[in-house]
């Protein structure tokens, strides 16, 4: 491993864990993300994969360990895995601790063991609910039987995987023991997400769909015995062990809980903006900078410039009933 550069910023964080959306396209129209009839960018404005590549590169350079490819949904990207397997080099030489990414599942019979054999070791799968017709209402376009073939082939590949939940007030919370249940059965790690204030998405009601997880924990309370676990992830997750299971399981609380101080990421989107939180509007564009530039030492330096305004925190904020600081940005151009 070489001795990278650090990114700090105003705040004294190091920043060493880029999200990486590589396409805003999506095979689901999940509810709380998308509308049914999305616009999505022409594909000039995207990153090619070899962009995407460079960019990635550059910021492995400057001491990112970690890299969480996401979207849209990643594993919909034509030639995705020509990009995994270049970024992997980096995981051969050390400068990179970690390669993942989060998925639907869609495509993981497909892909799941190409993915273990480039280096990937654990993956975040997004799955709402158990049941077929919720899923298929909550997705509009998915179909639970192959998601669930998915997460058998990422597990006979060998990879680890984590399920990530989000709570829905009125929709999964009948289903909470059951998910737990269901993912301790197979050894899998479990978070549930908060909804979030991202993007215009049609006619839902997201204080309708709100969930606090302070709820949903006391819930879980019932059922298990509740062991507060103090692991940090730089990230908005809190985590607990349930006794009687051994499992892990997440919250990701953006919004009853502030999470922004031990912050250690930032995020690219698809057509290369670097937003430096994901709850503000600052951002970056790096793409322009890449295209204009041969060399990447520019690119370096904007980096550098980018880290240096990350701001101290996000002000999403539902207290007062109405969806404060909503972001105008779908979470599949930023990347969740
Ligand atoms: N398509 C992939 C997937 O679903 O896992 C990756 C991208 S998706 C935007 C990443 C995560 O963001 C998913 O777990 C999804 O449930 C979550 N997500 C999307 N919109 C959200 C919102 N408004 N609030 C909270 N989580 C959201
Ligand atoms: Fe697609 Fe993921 Fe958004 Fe669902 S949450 S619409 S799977 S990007």
């Known amino acids: 491993m070489t001795d990278a550069p650090?990114?700090?910023?105003?705040?004294?964080?190091?920043?060493?864990?880029?999200?990486?959306?590589?396409?805003?396209?999506?095979?689901?129209?999940?509810?709380?993300?998308?509308?049914?009839?999305?616009?999505?960018?022409?594909?000039?404005?995207l990153l090619t994969l070899e962009e995407l590549d460079r960019m990635c590169s550059a910021f492995i350079s400057q001491g990112v360990r970690k890299l969480r490819i996401t979207g849209g949904e990643p594993l919909v990207r034509r030639g995705i895995m020509d990009f995994f397997k270049s970024i992997s080099r980096h995981l051969k030489t050390g400068d990179l601790e970690e390669l993942t990414l989060t998925t639907n599942g869609s495509q993981l019979r497909r892909f799941a063991d190409q993915?273990?054999?480039?280096?990937?070791?654990?993956?975040?799968?997004?799955?709402?609910?158990?049941?077929?017709?919720?899923f298929a209402d909550i997705t509009r376009w998915g179909r639970l039987a192959q998601v669930l073939?998915?997460?058998?082939?990422?597990?006979?590949?060998?990879?680890?995987?984590?399920?990530?939940?989000?709570?829905?007030?009125?929709?999964?919370?009948v289903e909470l023991e059951q998910l737990v249940e269901w993912c301790a059965s197979r050894d899998m790690d479990l978070t549930f997400i908060e909804v979030m204030p991202m993007g215009?998405?049609?006619?839902?009601d997201r204080l309708d769909q709100y969930w606090p997880l302070s709820d949903l924990r006391t819930r879980?309370?019932?059922?298990w015995t509740l062991i507060d676990s103090d692991e940090q992830t730089g990230g908005p997750a809190?985590?607990?062990?349930?006794?009687?299971?051994?499992?892990k399981i997440g919250f990701i609380t953006p919004l009853t809980h502030n999470f922004c101080e031990s912050c250690n990421r930032v995020r690219l989107t698809c057509t290369g903006e670097l937003y430096q939180c994901l709850g503000?509007?600052?951002?970056?564009?790096?793409?322009?900078?890449?295209?204009?530039?041969?060399?990447?030492?520019?690119?370096?330096?904007?980096?550098?410039?980018a880290i240096a305004k990350k701001?101290?925190?996000?002000?999403?904020?539902?207290?007062?009933?109405?969806?404060?600081?909503?972001?105008?940005?779908?979470?599949?151009?930023?990347?969740?």
Not at 200 to 204: A, L, R, S, Y
Not at 286 to 305: F, M, S, T, Y
């Open 6 to 45: 650090k990114l700090i910023d105003p705040f004294a964080r190091a920043i060493t864990y880029l999200r990486v959306s590589v396409t805003d396209r999506c095979d689901f129209r999940c509810v709380y993300c998308m509308s049914e009839n999305m616009n999505f960018l022409p594909k000039a404005e």
């Open 115 to 134: 993915l273990a054999a480039v280096g990937v070791k654990r993956i975040n799968i997004s799955l709402d609910t158990l049941d077929e017709q919720k």
């Open 149 to 173: 073939d998915g997460i058998d082939a990422a597990l006979d590949a060998g990879i680890r995987v984590k399920i990530n939940t989000v709570a829905l007030k009125g929709f999964n919370e």
């Open 200 to 204: 215009d998405i049609g006619n839902e």
């Open 220 to 223: 879980l309370a019932k059922t």
């Open 238 to 247: 809190r985590y607990v062990r349930l006794e009687e299971t051994g499992q």
């Open 280 to 305: 503000q509007e600052d951002q970056v564009d790096l793409r322009k900078i890449l295209r204009e530039n041969a060399d990447d030492a520019v690119l370096v330096n904007a980096i550098h410039a």
């Open 311 to 336: 701001p101290k925190g996000h002000d999403f904020d539902y207290s007062r009933q109405a969806v404060d600081g909503q972001m105008t940005r779908h979470m599949s151009h930023t990347g969740g």
